[in-house]
């Protein structure tokens, strides 16, 4: 990132508070729009380098500073989806986003310093439940970008349009399918101590290799999916049924006997487990619940979308 003094010696930058302050909401478009922090942190990096790359009157010019920074980001992001669809055909299994801990704001895993800088979290809403974030994964590029930046940060259609390269009728109407397609994960959201609650079953069942509790606990047409990446050992293809995805879940407590924990967690703003085994977290688990099943489970296993996981 070029400094001031590098670039113009003459030059008198807006306020750099105002322009910082807006890492935050870069973060936050970020990871909603590609499921990754690393990719959301390289998105805000390169973001500030191209506003530091502009002449200081080119600057000074710029109206709105932070829609500029988010307008670049967005640009950004369209762009690495559309290459992240290449990407997918090369990657090993299947792709779940990366999950993220901590019981409201979630926090980058960097090392170093006591304090939480508020520029590196990602506020947690039904907008980063894993969940919805594999809905938005399902959506084309520009579907997803329309949505993310009309529905959950109030951009009007003009300013979207300006992004995705669009109309803004062609926007409002990528927002309106994307729209269509997350009305079933809105829908079976609950209350959170409900959930807790199914999932704390799900845990007491699964440890005592239960098969009935389990079977109980899952909707018939459940399904789990897994994410190794090629790293970590997983089931190849997703499980699909209840009765089935409770007998391998019990397979699998049968082979990690002793070895392995399971804790209680918050997982995307949900209530979800982390498998601690051999002084690691191995796994982190994911939950859709509908009414009183569970729905969808995700496990991701690719260590290196464990890296900010820690048992404290």
């Not at 990096?45 to 988010?70: D, F, H, K, V």
């Not at 329309?146 to 992004?163: I, N, S």
């Amino acid at each position: 990132m070029t400094t001031r003094g590098e670039h113009d010696d003459d030059r008198s930058d807006p306020d750099l508070g105002a322009i910082m302050s807006e890492r935050r909401r870069l973060i936050n478009l970020g990871y909603r729009l590609l499921g990754s922090v690393a990719d959301a942190e390289d998105v805000v990096q390169e973001t500030y380098a191209r506003w530091y790359a502009l002449s200081a009157r080119e600057q000074q010019a710029i109206e709105s500073p932070g829609a500029w920074l988010m307008t670049v980001a967005g640009r950004i992001c369209l762009n690495l989806l559309g290459s992240a669809r290449a990407r997918r055909e090369t990657y090993v299994g299947d792709w779940i986003p990366e999950p993220l801990p901590e019981p409201t704001e979630w926090i980058t895993g960097r090392s170093g310093g006591g304090g939480i800088d508020p520029a590196d979290r990602v506020t947690l809403d039904e907008s980063v439940t894993m969940a919805f974030l594999v809905v938005l994964d399902s959506m084309t590029p520009a579907e997803r970008v329309a949505f993310v930046l009309h529905d959950v940060f109030r951009y009007p259609f003009g300013e979207v349009a300006g992004v995705v390269g669009r109309t803004p009728a062609a926007c409002r109407q990528l927002a309106s399918s994307a729209r269509r397609r997350i009305r079933g994960v809105q829908a079976s959201a609950g209350p959170s101590a409900g959930q807790a609650d199914i999932v704390r079953r799900f845990r007491a069942a699964w440890e005592a290799r239960d098969i009935e509790a389990l079977v109980g606990l899952l909707d018939p047409d459940a399904t789990a999916t897994a994410d190794g990446g090629g790293l970590a050992v997983t089931h190849p293809r997703p499980i699909e049924g209840g009765e089935q995805i409770a007998r391998a879940y019990a397979e699998i407590r049968r082979v990690s006997g002793d070895r392995t924990t399971f804790l209680e967690r918050t997982v995307n703003g949900l209530p979800g487990l982390v498998a601690w085994q051999d002084g690691r977290i191995a796994t982190v688990f994911a939950f859709e619940i509908a009414g009183d099943r569970i729905r969808r489970i995700w496990a991701v296993r690719n260590p290196e979308k464990l890296r900010s996981w820690r048992i404290d």
